[in-house]
């Protein structure tokens, strides 16, 4: 049976944002900026809703019919809540890592596209169901909507694993972001297929 993909309604929020979480609890940049355990879970939801939460206002926040897996979406000309992403890392984070997490911040920007396009900062799916097609049928949904708008998606990768279901989808790789002692991300961009 397919993968059931929804938009999100406002009880999903609360599930989708702890997906999220769940999703991200080994990923090499989140664990490198808290890599305390109690850290990153006290800090995490936060940093979900600074960083994506406004596709639920947007009505671009989907998730599977289980609440597995989810993907947040920023329609063109929607960008993350960069002040409170900074007040979370000022709360959370040694003076050393900030200002790396900064650096990484100001390269990330480089690589987003100067003309309109779709920006996916989170999508995750629940560890325990990784592997079963969830985070494809995620992508899938959304990006039948960047094609027919004819619109570039854009992501960063913060997880070498997952950069082959991203090609799979039609993204390549446009550069690499790095600063000080961070991991590696990649900026992604897809052009709409016909």
């Known amino acids: 049976m397919a993968t059931e993909v929804v938009n999100t309604s406002a009880s999903d929020v609360a599930p989708v944002i702890s997906t999220i979480v769940l999703a991200f609890a080994s990923d090499p940049m989140m664990r490198w900026s808290w890599p305390n355990a109690h850290q990153y879970l006290a800090v995490m939801p936060s940093f979900v809703e600074a960083f994506g939460g406004k596709a639920f206002n947007a009505d671009t926040a989907h998730c599977t019919s289980d609440r597995r897996g989810a993907a947040l979406w920023l329609p063109p000309g929607t960008r993350p809540d960069e002040e409170a992403m900074a007040k979370i890392a000022e709360k959370s984070v040694t003076p050393e890592r900030l200002e790396e997490i900064y650096g990484v911040m ?35 949904y959304a990006l039948r909507q960047c094609d027919k708008e004819g619109q570039l998606a854009y992501l960063d990768s913060s997880n070498p694993r997952n950069i082959p279901l991203y090609e799979r989808h039609g993204f390549h790789v446009v550069g690499e972001i790095q600063h000080g002692s961070s991991p590696t991300m990649r900026a992604m961009i897809r052009e709409p297929q016909r």
């Open 106 to 140: 100001e390269k990330m920007d480089r690589y987003h596209p100067n003309e309109p396009y779709w920006y996916l900062p989170l999508i995750g799916v629940d560890p325990s169901q990784q592997g079963k097609g969830y985070g494809a049928a995620l992508l899938d």
